[in-house]
T-cell receptor, first 113, second 113 residues
Framework: QKEVEQDPGPLSVPEGAIVSLNCTYS??????FMWYRQYSRKGPELLMY????GNKEDGRFTAQVDKSSKYISLFIRDSQPSDSATYLC?????????????FGGGTRVLVKP | DGGITQSPKYLFRKEGQNVTLSCEQN?????MYWYRQDPGQGLRLIYY???????QKGDIAEGYSVSREKKESFPLTVTSAQKNPTAFYLC????????????FGEGSRLTVL
């Protein structure tokens, strides 16, 4: 079983809809949680970064972490065709664990005009 | 502009040949990483380096080698011992101690013929 599970999709939504993405994990030592966006044939770029449980909002993006359920989510409001990409969740332990991240497999999202 | 440069973007190799992928950064970051990306498997860590002249194996180091002679450079050699080298290779860097903000290059796609 993988440490981080993520539905590969593809997830197809109409423009303006809410996109809902999630990851589950098994390692209770994970403390920091990230979402990266990757366009086709490009390197990933950091979208959101959260620490511990709770919500974090940045423009149209909201990240949620539920450590008790080992479940993280990313919501994209008012989705645009430019949001079409693969979204990767990533996580790591505390600072003593170093900078190594564990990534999910990525969910491909397609926003149709 | 600051960033990470990977070269070549596309590379073809015959079986039995070694190949070296270049990664250069001008972000003044201490830590550098090599990841491999296969469809549906997310990013898997090959090697990482936190300071010059020091590096550690990641989760899938077999068949790969690296060097870190300069802070700016972290080349990856894919040796003939790597059984399934066809993949998308991503180089990243981060500030020392940064919780999860990796800056990625645009990747190198290696195809073994």
């Amino acid at each position: 079983q993988k440490e981080v599970e993520q539905d590969p999709g593809p997830l197809s939504v109409p423009e303006g809809a809410i996109v809902s993405l999630n990851c589950t994990y098994s390692n209770s030592a994970f403390q920091y949680f990230m979402w990266y966006r990757q366009y086709s044939r490009k390197g990933p770029e950091l979208l959101m970064y959260t620490y511990s449980s709770g919500n974090k909002e940045d423009g149209r993006f909201t990240a949620q972490v539920d450590k008790s359920s080992k479940y993280i989510s990313l919501f994209i409001r008012d989705s645009q065709p430019s949001d079409s990409a693969t979204y990767l969740c990533a996580m790591r332990g505390d600072r003593a664990a170093g900078n190594k991240l564990t990534f999910g497999g990525g969910t491909r999202v397609l926003v149709k005009p | 502009d600051g960033g990470i440069t990977q070269s070549p973007k596309y590379l073809f190799r015959k079986e039995g040949q070694n190949v070296t992928l270049s990664c250069e950064q001008n972000l003044n970051h201490d830590a550098m990483y090599w990841y491999r990306q296969d469809p549906g498997q997310g990013l898997r860590l090959i090697y990482y380096s936190q300071i010059v002249n020091d590096f550690q194996k990641g989760d899938i180091a077999e068949g790969y080698s690296v060097s870190r002679e300069k802070k700016e450079s972290f080349p990856l050699t894919v040796t003939s011992a790597q059984k399934n080298p066809t993949a998308f290779y991503l180089c990243a860097s981060s500030m020392q101690g940064a919780a999860g903000e990796l800056f990625f290059g645009e990747g190198s796609r290696l195809t073994v013929l």
